[in-house]
């Protein structure tokens, strides 16, 4: 698993990996228009096909409250319901519309653990065709600094063509 590891984080392969991803993600929800439904599929088929990812899913802003995210699909253990706006990674996401690439989550201030496993974690922030924030895009890892360049290239990427 080490091994697989340290190959999958191979910049190179780990873009290849993203680039079939994408292609296989658009050919899949071609045609479908509901979000929770192209929300699932992209958190099914992104968390299974990178092993670094621990805990893969979304936080959707909350229509009735504007400035609160709450669960939406995801990929793993237990997730917690609520997170305002500014609290945390994914609130700090939300709140910035920046991604967020945490290589320590217990050095964040205001970090949110659902998991004590989570070591690492990316925050993508999804904006519709609108330029309306709908929610934020979070992957967690067991493993310390996790996520780079290519993976916040590659997820901006695929959840800007997906929800554009
Ligand atoms: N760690 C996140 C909370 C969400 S979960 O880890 C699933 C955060 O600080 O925003």
Redesign the pocket.
């Known amino acids: 698993m080490a091994e697989a590891f340290n190959e999958i984080t191979l910049p190179a392969e780990k873009a290849e990996r993203y680039a079939a991803v994408s292609a296989e993600i658009a050919s899949v929800l071609e045609g479908e228009p509901n979000r929770v439904a192209r929300m699932a599929t992209v958190a099914s088929m992104l968390a299974n096909s990178f092993p670094h990812y621990f805990?893969t899913?979304f936080?959707v802003v909350d229509e009735t409250k504007g400035d609160e995210l709450v669960?939406g699909p995801?990929q793993?253990t237990l997730?917690?319901m609520r997170?305002a706006f500014g609290?945390?990674?994914?609130?700090?996401?939300a709140a910035t519309r920046q991604t967020q690439v945490v290589e320590d989550?217990h050095a964040?201030p205001?970090?949110?653990?659902?998991?004590s496993r989570?070591a690492s974690?990316i925050?993508v922030p999804v904006i519709d065709g609108r330029g309306e924030l709908i929610a934020v895009f979070?992957v967690?890892s067991e493993q310390p600094a996790a996520f780079d360049a290519v993976d916040r290239e590659w997820l901006e990427r695929i959840l800007g063509a997906t929800f554009r």
């Open positions: 805990w899913g936080y669960v995801y793993g997730g917690c997170i609290r945390g990674v994914c609130g700090t996401a989550v964040f205001g970090h949110i653990a659902c998991d989570s974690e925050v979070d967690d």
